[in-house]
C-alpha cells in the first residue's frame, strides 16, 4: 500500500473459528473465556450443606470462584458467596 492509508488486516483462520460453534457458542478450544451466568444460584442453606462436592466444584467453577480446600471449606465459601443474611 502507498503512503498514509488503512493496511489490510489478515485474519487467521484459528481466530475466525472463535464463536462459530453449534448455535453460535464458543468452542471449547477458546479458554480463559469467563462470562457471568444470568442468574443468580437459588439455593438454600440446607441445601449447600447437603450438596455433593462434584456439584460445589461446578457452581463455583461457573461463577469464576476458586476450587480449593475440602469440601467443607468448599460449602463455607460457597454460601459466604451466595448466601444473604436478612
Not at 498514509?4 to 453460535?24: D, F, H, L
Not at 468452542?27 to 469467563?34: A, E, L, P, Q, V
Request: charged share 20%; proline share 5%.
Amino acid at each position: 500500500m502507498s503512503g498514509g492509508g488503512m493496511e489490510s488486516v489478515i485474519v487467521s483462520s484459528a481466530s475466525s473459528k472463535i464463536g462459530n460453534g453449534a448455535n453460535g457458542q464458543h468452542g471449547r478450544d477458546w479458554c480463559g473465556h469467563f462470562q457471568m451466568p444470568l442468574h443468580y444460584p437459588r439455593y438454600t442453606q440446607a441445601d449447600y450443606e447437603t450438596m455433593p462436592e462434584w456439584k460445589l466444584d461446578c457452581l463455583l467453577r461457573e461463577y469464576g470462584l476458586p476450587i480449593i480446600g475440602d469440601v467443607h471449606q468448599k460449602r463455607k465459601f460457597a454460601m459466604g458467596s451466595f448466601l444473604w443474611s436478612h
